[in-house]
């Protein structure tokens, strides 16, 4: 019979850690959240966060709470019946990632029944106080309260493999005090059932109460025993009472399987075996040793097999650290640092010139020479000369082509062309040469360098206000390309004006010349020459918007 109820109890806890097994499991926590860790450790939170400690505080965590009820035995010199029922209450707390401490009050009844007889109970005032002379069968039933605190190990959350999961072993023991009042059923009304007894003894003796009659043995009992439990049983003589019953010390052991529901929900299933220094708990001490009956030297034990529900409390805290990994913090830095300090990292730069290897297309650039993003030597005014061998760092393009050196060959002034073809001055407001800016093939925006080139020429038209300046463009052989060279001529101009703030009347707006690189704008001295100061776009819906 205990077997088969030993086996329910066994098929309802595999179906409950099957669902539990399958339920959600919650996240981690933040290490760099100062809101979960407690206010003494909050130096080193800080002394962690800037680098100066390389181990994060440990966080604030949940109290534990939780109701355990199963099956509940006494292990003595009496048989069990069947077990009984237990039940018991704990409050755990995590003191680190494997050890945590659990307080832990108990309950438990159970009763037990010998299927054979026994004579030797001549110091056992429960059976002698009534007149027993004959066979009896030996019977309890037994209250136990008690109460623990155990320290308990968990190894199953340190995991290399995987962040965390659902499930958690762990093994406890621990110390307390116990109180017990055991009952025998010895009466029956006011008789007693020595003639019961003895009737069943007669019956069952001829086949010496073999095992295989136990069970007709305890029916027949059965239905003679009323179950009051009108007796007290025997207990230890001079030992300490507590609440009128007899106390005694205790230690345990045990271990147990938890299951994560969710967060602050878990389930749990445990076995829980308890020693105590008495051989009472189940009312009988003497061995069957005829007349002169000889105290066991054994100690009874009680054993609670259970499954509990247990809830984590906790406001501002990360849940009970038995569910965290210690590993996660590590491994995520790891995979994706957040607050690692990492070194600046070196790349190869052969020829410092500030761009690496890997993207430098000119490896061996002298040192000291101006480079661009690519790594190329600079050449500021497009010679072909890199500004570094430049000796003429900007020459116009009309001076152009130039010497190994950069130097340009000016054809003559425009104030002599401007004499024999007009028979007027010219150019002769002594501002000297200006430069000429290059685009990027179909751009009409200015770069760096130009705006450089420009910036230095309207220092020079500042210093010379007499003068006009001719801002010319080149190429016209289709309608795109007399709007890009307006467009870029006009670039020109607006930054002089907006950027420079140099009169808008001071420029003469030329387009679309002939006899120059189409990707060029010049700048020249244009005092005498006649030519509008404005001119609309050409052909303003193939306006480029670069």
């Not at 404005?534 to 918007?545: D, I, K, S």
Request: aromatic content about 10%; overall charge neutral; charged content about 20%.
């Amino acid at each position: 019979m205990a077997s088969k109820k030993y086996l329910s109890f066994l098929s309802l806890v595999f179906l409950l850690v099957s669902v539990a097994s399958n339920a959600q499991l919650g996240g981690s926590y933040d290490v760099q959240d100062s809101s979960v860790v407690p206010s003494k450790r909050l130096p080193q939170h800080t002394e962690f966060m800037a680098n100066n400690y390389p181990f994060p505080a440990k966080p604030r965590n949940m109290w534990e709470l939780g109701l355990q009820v199963g099956a509940f035995s006494i292990s003595g010199d009496v048989r069990s019946r069947f077990p009984g029922f237990g039940a018991a209450l704990h409050a755990r707390k995590a003191l680190g990632y494997v050890f945590s401490l659990r307080a832990q009050a108990g309950f438990g009844t159970t009763k037990g029944l010998n299927f054979k007889p026994s004579n030797s109970y001549g110091k056992n005032s429960a059976w002698t106080s009534h007149g027993y002379s004959g066979p009896v069968f030996y019977n309890y039933k037994t209250n136990i309260y008690d109460l623990s605190l155990q320290g308990v190990v968990t190894l199953s959350n340190v995991r290399f493999h995987k962040a965390k999961s659902g499930f958690n072993i762990y093994a406890f023991g621990g110390i307390g005090g116990m109180i017990y009042d055991t009952k025998i059923d010895a009466m029956k009304g006011n008789t007693t059932y020595e003639a019961d007894f003895q009737a069943i003894f007669n019956k069952y003796n001829g086949n010496g109460f073999a095992y295989e009659d136990r069970k007709d043995i305890r029916k027949d009992l059965k239905d003679v025993l009323d179950g009051d439990y009108e007796t007290q049983g025997e207990f230890d003589n001079g030992q300490p009472e507590l609440f009128d019953k007899p106390f005694r010390p205790m230690f345990n052991v045990g271990a147990g399987m938890q299951f994560k529901l969710n967060r602050r929900l878990s389930l749990a299933i445990e076995d829980k075996f308890t020693f105590v220094k008495t051989d009472l708990l189940d009312g009988q001490q003497w061995q069957e040793q005829g007349a002169n009956p000889a105290q066991t030297r054994e100690f009874d034990t009680y054993n609670f097999l259970s499954v509990g529900l247990n809830v984590a409390i906790g406001g501002k805290a990360v849940e009970p650290l038995w569910w965290l990994n210690p590993l996660d913090y590590a491994y995520n830095e790891i995979n994706k640092p957040r607050h690692m300090k990492l070194p600046k990292p070196v790349l190869d730069d052969a020829d410092g010139d500030g761009i690496t290897d890997q993207f430098d297309q000119e490896p061996n650039t002298p040192a000291g020479a101006p480079v661009d993003a690519h790594g190329v030597s600079r050449d500021t005014d497009g010679d072909g000369v890199p500004d570094y061998k430049d000796k003429e760092l900007i020459t116009p393009t009309q001076c152009q082509p130039v010497d190994a050196d950069g130097v340009g060959s000016c054809p003559p002034p425009a104030c002599c062309d401007s004499i024999m073809k007009y028979g007027v001055g010219r150019g002769n407001c002594g501002i000297g040469d200006l430069p000429s800016v290059t685009f990027r093939a179909k751009s009409i925006t200015l770069s760096n360098d130009a705006k450089a080139l420009l910036a230095s020429a309207a220092q020079s038209i500042r210093n010379n206000p007499n003068c006009k300046i001719a801002v010319i463009g080149y190429c016209s052989s289709s309608k795109s390309e007399q709007q890009l060279s307006w467009d870029r001529v006009n670039a020109v101009i607006n930054y002089l004006v907006d950027k420079e703030g140099i009169s808008n009347d001071r420029f003469i707006f030329k387009y679309g010349e002939m006899g120059g690189d189409c990707n060029t704008v010049d700048l020249r001295d244009g005092t005498g020459e006649e030519g509008p100061t404005t001119v609309p776009a050409p052909h303003p819906n193939l306006r480029r918007g670069r």
